[in-house]
T-cell receptor
């Protein structure tokens, strides 16, 4: 899987929109971009996946520019319960291992 | 209904002991995994099974032996436990062609004393 780079940590106040950017310069043509969320003492949870342009679900939005060398996870109006580590992964299906990077630790402040 | 369940949630044991962690998924997935998360929160894949067949076997000491009796179960047996084995072990599952959309269990916190 292509290597990813994301900020180690971010702080945000409640109610703000948070954008976490991930760089993946070596992304392959058939790779998808996936984001996971991990709360303390829990397993990672899949939150969103995209290939290009924009994807939105009930949890977040994912913005992917045309060159796909980066992606931005957008969390609207964060609350304290959004405090977690967010992991960006790139890859496709089939028999390949899923490699998690260091993740971004988001701390939401009251 | 828990999608991916692991037991036990906590495991404290002495060095040299042998222990097992069990994992079951009820999602109908054909691929299951074991991950290890260390104290620095790095999450690393250890093993991957597809339909009971070992697909990925990362550089893991051979004291770790996965067993998949059927595609809904993947157990992890660890022999001669060492202090460095202390970590959180996560089981996960997915469809083979959607490996990046995995469902994870709650984790097993193993402490070797």
């Amino acid at each position: 899987l292509a290597k990813t780079t994301q900020p180690i940590s971010m702080d945000s106040y409640e109610g703000q929109e948070v954008n976490i950017t991930c760089s993946h310069n070596n992304i392959a043509t058939n790779d998808y971009i996936t984001w996971y969320q991990q709360f303390p003492s829990q397993g990672p949870r899949f939150i969103i996946q995209g290939y290009k342009t924009k994807v939105t679900n009930e949890v977040a939005s994912l913005f992917i520019p045309a060159d796909r060398k980066s992606s931005t996870l957008s969390l609207p109006r964060v609350s304290l319960s959004d405090t977690a580590v967010y992991y960006c992964l790139v890859g496709a299906g089939g028999y390949q291992k899923v490699t998690f990077g260091t993740g971004t630790k988001l701390q939401v402040i009251p | 209904d828990t999608a991916v369940s692991q037991t036990p949630k906590y495991l404290v044991t002495q060095m040299g002991n042998d222990k097992s962690i069990k994992c079951e998924q009820n999602l109908g997935h054909d691929t299951m995994y074991w991950y290890k998360q260390d104290s620095k929160k790095f999450l690393k894949i250890m093993f991957s099974y597809n339909n009971k067949e070992l697909i990925i076997n990362e550089t893991v000491p051979n004291r770790f032996s996965p067993k998949s009796p059927d595609k809904a179960h993947l157990n992890l047996h660890i022999n001669s436990l060492e202090l460095g084995d202390s970590a959180v072990y996560f089981c996960a599952s997915s469809h083979r062609d959607r490996v990046t959309e995995a469902f994870f269990g709650q984790g097993t916190r193993l402490t070797v004393v």
